[in-house]
T-cell receptor, first 114, second 113 residues
Framework: EAQVTQNPRYLITVTGKKLTVTCSQN?????MSWYRQDPGLGLRQIYY???????DKGDVPEGYKVSRKEKRNFPLILESPSPNQTSLYFCASSLSLTGDQPQHFGDGTRLSIL | AQSVSQHNHHVILSEAASLELGCNYSYGGTVNLFWYVQYPGQHLQLLLKYFSGDPLVKGIKGFEAEFIKSKFSFNLRKPSVQWSDTAEYFCAVKGAGSYQLTFGKGTKLSVIP
């Protein structure tokens, strides 16, 4: 079954403790992306990746890092999480480099930073 | 920079009423446009998309949207809503050939049985 898998689904942690949210897709998609969703703000893009070892900043990259060492995986790293990063995070992937194909979304990861 | 504006924050309708959700975008070139739906507790799903050609696009679950280039709009419509359409709806825009997708802030739709 084609899917985008995020882990963990829920995480409560404390300020400053490094964390990684994993994202994996089994559709051989080249394009992957991370979004955060906050009430009243919709989805905002954090980082995206056009292919292995190729990443770029979205609208709200501060405080986040990503890597794309393999095509299927696109982890989101919070080196020193802060409470303003408490949010619902979605990973997405898409077949086409130009993004003409729609994105497939994961089920989301709810992060609470205390 | 591209941007998307969704006019309504929360829309409440009775079942069988007609629906129109507004979406306006700002971008100085050719665009790809999308509507996504998020049911409570779920991830986003694509309702419909516009890349080129016929500006009236039909999607899943009886939804359609019309691209009006002169108005920079891509409004979502459904002739008769059902209780199961209760969800949050997001309009999104991407410059053709671009890698960055920008979402609107979303419109919550509540359908009363």
């Amino acid at each position: 079954e084609a899917q985008v898998t995020q882990n963990p689904r829920y995480l409560i942690t404390v300020t400053g403790k490094k964390l990684t949210v994993t994202c994996s897709q089994n559709m051989n998609h080249e394009y992957m992306s991370w979004y955060r969703q906050d009430p009243g703000l919709g989805l905002r893009q954090i980082y995206y990746s056009m292919n292995v070892e190729v990443t770029d900043k979205g609208d709200v990259p501060e405080g986040y890092k990503v890597s794309r060492k393999e095509k299927r995986n696109f982890p989101l790293i919070l080196e020193s999480p802060s409470p303003n990063q408490t949010s619902l995070y979605f990973c997405a992937s898409s077949l086409s480099l130009t993004g003409d194909q729609p994105q497939h979304f994961g089920d989301g990861t709810r992060l609470s930073i205390l | 920079a591209q941007s998307v504006s969704q006019h309504n924050h929360h829309v409440i309708l009775s079942e069988a009423a007609s629906l129109e959700l507004g979406c306006n975008y700002s971008y100085g070139g050719t665009v790809n446009l999308f509507w996504y739906v998020q049911y409570p507790g779920q991830h986003l799903q694509l309702l419909l998309k516009y890349f080129s050609g016929d500006p009236l696009v039909k999607g899943i679950k009886g939804f359609e949207a019309e691209f009006i280039k002169s108005k920079f709009s891509f409004n979502l419509r459904k002739p008769s809503v059902q209780w199961s359409d209760t969800a949050e709806y997001f309009c999104a825009v991407k410059g053709a050939g671009s890698y960055q997708l920008t979402f609107g802030k979303g419109t919550k739709l509540s359908v009363i049985p």
